[in-house]
């Protein structure tokens, strides 16, 4: 009799040690997540030729991507609904030789055909000031492009993107550090392609402004 409650319970505690296990986190580089990451990075480089077509630009001076994937967090105070996040960051820029806000007057009409629509419905003006409502209030009260701090537009749900034009003698900005895996951060990293300060450092005196796109898509959730 002992012996069948042995093996009762040897057989319990392993199917209830086997769906106590967690799962493994996301992984971007195999499998369906991958696939998610691949289609995210598609969207956001529609959305950025979509806003460099608007001026007339041609091809990027660079296009890197920066992936990272971070794990929830689960404890007596806090409980993230998800155990495991991934998303992509895609950062790009564009020489530009039109003038610059005549086109950035139609910037929202052309990124709204291709799925993108602004969050705020204005241009967000620089040093905390406020925004104007498009080309004809910035002319009216007398500011100028460099006064704009950008625009921001909402894409595929988990996605954003955010424009800005600046004029060509505006100093060079130095590239974000790579990517990296930290503790109490992200559990992977990893940065891809180009930057674009340096093409632009070399071609900028032939060009009257540059137009800089910065994307993010939140391509996977884990739910716990």
Known sequence: MMRGWFWILLVATTLLSGCTGDPPLLDPTSGTVASQRQAAVDDLLHGARAAADQFLAGDPLGVRTDTACTAGTDNW?????????????????????????PALSGLDNRLAVAGWRSTRGGWTLTGGRGQVDGIEALNRLGYHLEDLEGITYGGPPGAAMGVRLQASATPVSTPEPAAIVQPGGAYFASTEGTDWQTAWAQQRSAHPYLLLVSASFTFANQPR
């Open 77 to 101: 105070k806090i409980h993230d609904s998800d155990r495991s996040t991934c998303y992509v960051k895609l950062t790009t820029a564009y020489a530009v030789d039109v003038p610059a806000l």
